[in-house]
C-alpha cells in the first residue's frame, strides 16, 4: 500500500463538478489530487445534449431547480452565475453559442470541447489526475482531521479536505453507481431518497402503445387525480409509453417512478400514486373552438380518421379513430388524452437524479458538511436536480465552484 505527503483537497469524481471544482481549488493556491474510476476525466460531459453539451442556461433562476423555496440552490449559482460561467470557458477560449429557450452550447458543437479545456486547465495548474482508480473508503481522523482516502488499486491519499462529487445514479454506463451515496453515509450523512429522473415514462395502455411519432403539445401531470405539474413541448410516443423533454421535465415530480413491490396487488395499487399524464394536441386552441372545428368536419361527412387528421399526424388520427364514438369523445382525446403511467425508466436512461444528500446537513453558503469539518459536497450527489436544457450542468460549475474555493481557504486556514 502507498501513501504520499498530504495534499490540501481530495477529490473524488472528475465529471463536471469534480473538475470545476479542481480548477477552482487549484486557482485558489490548493494542492489537489483527482481520483476517478473511469480511465478518462469528464466522461459523462461527452454524452450531454447529445453529444454537444447543453452546458448551461441564460434563462437560469432558481424556480428551475426543486425543493422548498430555502434559498440553498440560489446561494450557490449567486456565487458563480451563468455569466461567470460562460466568461470561465471564454477565459479559457472556448466560445459559447446561444440556441433555443437560453440554451448554451460550445460554439464547436462538441461536447469535447468543454472536456479539453477543463483538462487542459487543471494539467497547467499542477492537478493531480488519477485515472481508472475508484474511491472504496475515507475517513477523518479524530487527532489531526486529515482524511485518508483509500483506492482501488492499494493507493491511499491523504488530505486537509475532502471533496465528494461522485455524481448520482443516473446514467450508470458514465461512471456515477452510486458510490457518493455510500461514502457520504459512511460519514454520517442521509440521503433524501434518491430517484431516477428526467427520464421516460411507461405506460399499460394498449392504445398509448400503439402510437407512435412526435406531437407539439401541452402536458399535465396528475397524482392522485390532482394537477401537479403542467409543460409544453414535444412529445414522443415510444412504443412503450412516452418520452420527449417536456414528459421529462414532469418525472422530476413524481414521487415513486417506479413500481414498489409489495405482496400482493392490493397492498401495491394502496402504496403506490397513482399518475396519468394529460396531452393537449392543441393547446393554442380552446375546448369551444376544437370542437367547432371538429363539428365542422362531420357536417361535411368526413370519415373518422379524416376528421382528426387536420388536427393531429395521420398516424394519431388513424389510431385514435377506433376509439372515438361521439364529438365529446374526439375533443377529450385531442384536448385531454389521459396516459396511466405505470413507471418510469430506471437509472440506465434517467439523465439525472433527484433526491441525494441533505441539503440541511450541508453549510449553505458553502456545501461543507455540517457532520464533518473538511468535508464537501458538490454536483449531483446533492440534493439538488433542475429542469432539462443546461441547468444540471450549472449546478454542477456553481457548486464545484463554491466547494474548490472553500475546501483551499479551509485547508490553508489548517496549514
Ligand atoms: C445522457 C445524459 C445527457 C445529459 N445532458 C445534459 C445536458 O445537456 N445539460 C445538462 O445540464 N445536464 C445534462 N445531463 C446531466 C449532467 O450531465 C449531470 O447532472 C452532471 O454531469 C453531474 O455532474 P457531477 O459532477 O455531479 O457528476 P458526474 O458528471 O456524473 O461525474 C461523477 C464522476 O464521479 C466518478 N465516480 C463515481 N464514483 C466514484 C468513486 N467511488 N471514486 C472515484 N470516482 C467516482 C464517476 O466515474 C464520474 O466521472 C445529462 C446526463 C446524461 C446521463
Redesign the pocket.
Known amino acids: 500500500m502507498r501513501s504520499e505527503k498530504t495534499v490540501d483537497l481530495m477529490i ?8 470545476m471544482a479542481a480548477v477552482q481549488a487549484a486557482r485558489a493556491g490548493a494542492s489537489v489530487v483527482v ?4 480511465e478518462k ?5 461527452y ?4 453529444g ?5 442556461n441564460l434563462l437560469c433562476t432558481p424556480a428551475a431547480y426543486n425543493g422548498p423555496e430555502d434559498g440553498f440552490t440560489e446561494g450557490i449559482l449567486k456565487q458563480f452565475s451563468v455569466e461567470d460561467t460562460i466568461d470561465f470557458f471564454r477565459e479559457l477560449g472556448m466560445l459559447i453559442r446561444e440556441e433555443q429557450e437560453g440554451r448554451c452550447y460550445p460554439y464547436s458543437g462538441q461536447a469535447s470541447s468543454v472536456v479539453h479545456f477543463l483538462e487542459q486547465e487543471m494539467h497547467r495548474l499542477g492537478v493531480r489526475f488519477l485515472p481508472g ?4 473508503a475515507s475517513e477523518r481522523r479524530q487527532e489531526n482531521g486529515i482524511f485518508i482516502t483509500e ?1 482501488e488499486s492499494g493507493r491511499t491519499v491523504r488530505s486537509r479536505t475532502l471533496l465528494i ?4 445514479k ?2 450508470p454506463a ?4 452510486g ?2 451515496y455510500g ?1 457520504a453515509r459512511s460519514f454520517g450523512h442521509t440521503l433524501q431518497p434518491p430517484r431516477p429522473a ?1 427520464v421516460g415514462c411507461l405506460s399499460p395502455d394498449p392504445v398509448v402503445k400503439a402510437l407512435r411519432g412526435r406531437a407539439r403539445a401541452a402536458v399535465v401531470l396528475y397524482e392522485n387525480g390532482l394537477e401537479i405539474a403542467r409543460e409544453q413541448g414535444e412529445v414522443q410516443f415510444t412504443g412503450m409509453g412516452l418520452s420527449g423533454i417536456c414528459v421529462m421535465d414532469l418525472t422530476r415530480f413524481m414521487d415513486a417512478p417506479r413500481p414498489v413491490r409489495r405482496k400482493n396487488r392490493k397492498e401495491q395499487a394502496e402504496a403506490d400514486k397513482q399518475y396519468e399524464i394529460g396531452i393537449d394536441f392543441a393547446p393554442e386552441m380552446t375546448a369551444q373552438d376544437c370542437r367547432a372545428f371538429l363539428q365542422k368536419a362531420m357536417d361535411r361527412g368526413k370519415s373518422r380518421g379524416e376528421i382528426l387528421s387536420g388536427m393531429l399526424n395521420s398516424h394519431t388520427a388513424e389510431v385514435f379513430s377506433e376509439i372515438w364514438e361521439t364529438t365529446d369523445d374526439a375533443v377529450r382525446l385531442v384536448k385531454d388524452f389521459r396516459v396511466p403511467v405505470e413507471a418510469t425508466l430506471g437509472w440506465k436512461d ?3 437524479s433527484r433526491g441525494g444528500v441533505r441539503r440541511e446537513e450541508l453549510e449553505p453558503g458553502s456545501l461543507e458538511s455540517r457532520l464533518v469539518p473538511g468535508l464537501f459536497f ?4 446533492v440534493d439538488v ?2 429542469r ?9 460549475w456553481s457548486s ?1 465552484t463554491v466547494c474548490g474555493r472553500n475546501a483551499a481557504a479551509r485547508a490553508a486556514g489548517q496549514e
Open positions: 473524488l469524481g472528475a465529471g463536471a463538478s469534480g473538475m481520483a476517478d474510476g473511469n476525466a469528464g466522461k459523462k460531459l454524452a450531454t445534449g447529445n454537444r453539451c447543453n452546458l448551461t482508480d475508484r474511491a472504496v483506492l462529487a461522485c455524481g448520482g443516473a446514467g458514465f461512471g456515477s453507481t458510490d457518493g461514502l428526467l434517467a439523465q439525472v458538490c454536483g449531483e450527489v436536480d433542475g432539462c436544457g443546461g441547468y444540471n450542468l450549472q449546478w454542477a464545484g
